[in-house]
C-alpha cells in the first residue's frame, strides 16, 4: 500500500482533497517494521508522529519492574503525537 492510499483510506483525512493529500505525502516516509519492533522508549524526544497503516502496535509501560500493555493500536492509529504537542519527552 502506499501512503496516498492509506491517507485516502483513513477517515481522519476524509475532508481531504487528492491535492492535499499529495501535499501531506510530501513530507511522510512509509516504513515496514519486524514484530517486536520499539519504536520509541519513556524519555525520548519526541520528534515525530506515526500513522499506522496496517497491523497493531503495543503501547506499554515498565511498572515495578514488569512490562504492562497500556494499549493495543490497529490499523489508522496515530502514535507519538503528545510529544511534538506540548515539545516534552515521550
Not at 502506499?2 to 511522510?28: K, S
Not at 519526541?46 to 499506522?52: A, K, V
Not at 519492574?65 to 511534538?84: H, M, P, T
Amino acid at each position: 500500500m502506499n501512503l496516498f492510499d492509506a491517507l485516502v483510506q483513513n477517515p481522519h483525512f476524509q475532508n481531504l482533497t487528492n491535492e492535499e493529500l499529495n501535499q501531506l505525502t510530501a513530507f511522510m516516509t512509509l516504513s515496514k517494521h519486524s514484530d517486536g519492533h520499539t519504536f520509541f522508549t519513556e524519555g525520548d524526544t519526541g520528534d515525530n508522529i506515526f500513522l499506522l497503516v496496517e497491523g497493531t502496535v503495543t503501547v506499554s509501560l515498565t511498572i515495578n519492574d514488569r512490562e504492562q500493555v497500556i494499549k493495543e493500536l490497529d490499523a489508522g492509529s496515530f502514535f507519538g503525537l503528545l510529544a511534538l504537542i506540548d515539545d516534552a519527552p515521550r
